[in-house]
T-cell receptor, first 115, second 114 residues
């Protein structure tokens, strides 16, 4: 039990659709990061949220957006889905602020398939 | 441009022997490093970390070595056990912005043979 729960575990969407992925972090984990892991690759940083505000972003287009809520849950939204968006999406939360290096606890991920 | 590289996609080691997983990075601003282990159908699990002020950090069977001049780190597992079979990712982050945003390597699949 990692304490970080992601839903759904698997999802199939059609190109052009929109998707929302959800993550529930451990209590007190104010920092949450989202990663995209394509097959055979390491996780790629999408963005990070701290206390409900975006705190850094990787090399992803604006159609990738997020939200963080006061109850330590967060969402990743992807608009206008493309086939290349097919990947495992990982949520990772951390105790403390982004400037404190406590390391991350990862969820098991959501496997998104775009057809 | 891959800033964190794990050049060995796979490694097989006999049970009881040492496993050495390597990681190279290109960004001299990276000063915090993590190793994660990932089993199939699970998220990555944090193993061990090291900051650039150290050259070694040890936790039980796991030791991470950092060579800043060579921009190289390695994870040693001694003795290796069959349960260590997994994909291992190294990750690096600069801290200059006050935010830790880790860049991951592509992973090394370790297989420990009984």
């Amino acid at each position: 039990e990692t304490g970080v729960t992601q839903s759904p575990t698997h999802l199939i969407k059609t190109r052009g659709q929109q998707v929302t992925l959800r993550c529930s972090s451990q209590s007190g984990h104010n920092t949450v990061s989202w990663y995209q892991q394509a097959l055979g690759q390491g996780p790629q940083f999408i963005f990070q949220y701290y206390r409900e505000e975006e705190n850094g972003r990787g090399n992803f287009p604006p159609r990738f957006s997020g939200l963080q809520f006061p109850n330590y849950s967060s969402e990743l939204n992807v608009n206008a889905l493309e086939l290349d968006d097919s990947a495992l999406y990982l949520c990772a939360s951390s105790l403390g602020s982004p400037g404190q290096n406590y390391g991350y606890t990862f969820g098991s991920g959501t496997r998104l398939t775009v057809v | 441009d891959q800033q964190v590289k794990q050049n060995s996609p796979s490694l097989s080691v006999q049970e009881g022997r040492i496993s050495i997983l390597n990681c190279d990075y290109t960004n001299s601003m990276f000063d915090y490093f993590l190793w994660y282990k990932k089993y199939p159908a699970e998220g990555p699990t944090f193993l061990i970390s090291i900051s650039s002020i150290k050259d070694k950090n040890e936790d039980g069977r796991f030791t991470v070595f950092l060579n800043k001049s060579a921009k190289h780190l390695s994870l040693h597992i001694v003795p290796s056990q069959p349960g260590d079979s997994a994909v291992y990712f190294c990750a690096a982050s600069p801290s200059t912005s006050g935010t830790y945003k880790y860049i991951f390597g592509t992973g090394t699949r370790l297989k420990v043979l009984a």
